[in-house]
């Protein structure tokens, strides 16, 4: 038995026993951070020196980017330093700072995403008000409110669940130090209850944007569909088509994770969800977006050029 007061480390997931495994492990998560650190580094230099990026959604685009970053350099680096020298602990510390960070990132890229479909549906539902909706100070308001917002989501979790008596070991199943996962370690009922209750709090806050999105994406279809030109109907689409596939990506994976059938759960499947969740979107993203933005693409085209 053990108590929270005396816990100095926290014995993480391993991948795998066998260490031709554990090394495969580490090649390939150091070859998905470098794609997702080259590709969001691209997106970011982008934005920042093409003057035709210096849009709202190109400043969107670029806190997005920085989540990106955020979040993949939070459980990735760990997980290959474990996997490289065959090592299964973090500090009880690095925890705290591992949980505060992903919940800080994450709730922040979702906000950012509920932002930038409102930026899509007034640039095709309601164009003549844009640059009024829209304008430099506006996008400062709604980015500084979605990183403020999840900065006070994560400092609320983080204290309550790291304030718990801890009596259940110190064996947590998840290669990153996780809330659910901390909270089958805690001792104290109301406690426990109290962190469901902030939870299911941020649960509805995320299934508010997440309606606000498919009401935005509703009317935004039924505009696109009024467009009489099949080419004003292409660049419509072009235009949300990327942020709708971030949007799918994040929310299928952690729905995935988190609510799929107890018939379904299994260590490995497990471990492979919460790769899926917090390793392959912030590595995708940027693909996605420069691959369906012809800004993004000549912009990129022209730093590659010189």
Known sequence: MSN????????????ADRRELQLLHFWLFLAISLAALLANGLILSAVACDHHLHTPM????????????GSICTTVPKAMHNSLWGTMTISYMGCVAQVFLLIFFFRTEFYLLTVMCYDRYVAICKPLHYGTLLGSRACAHMAAAAWA????????????????????????????????????????????????GLLMVSACLVVGCFIFIVFSYVQIFRAVLRIPSQQGRHKAFSMCLPHLAVVSLFVSTVVFSYLKPPSLSSPSLDLVASVLYSVVPPALNPFIYSLRNQQIKDALRKMMTG
């Not at 190109?58 to 970053?69: A, C, E, R, V």
């Not at 718990?164 to 947590?172: F, I, S």
């Not at 001792?187 to 109290?194: D, E, K, T, V």
């Open 149 to 196: 917002t999840g900065f006070l989501n994560a400092l609320l979790h983080t204290v309550n669940t790291f304030s718990l008596p801890l009596c259940q070991g110190n064996a947590l199943g998840q290669f990153f130090c996780e809330i659910p996962h901390i909270l089958k370690l805690s001792c104290s009922h109301s406690g426990y209850l109290r962190e469901i």
């Open 58 to 69: 190109g400043f969107f685009l670029l806190n997005l980017s920085l989540t990106d970053l």
């Open 4 to 15: 929270s007061s005396s816990l100095t480390q926290f014995l993480l997931l391993a991948f």
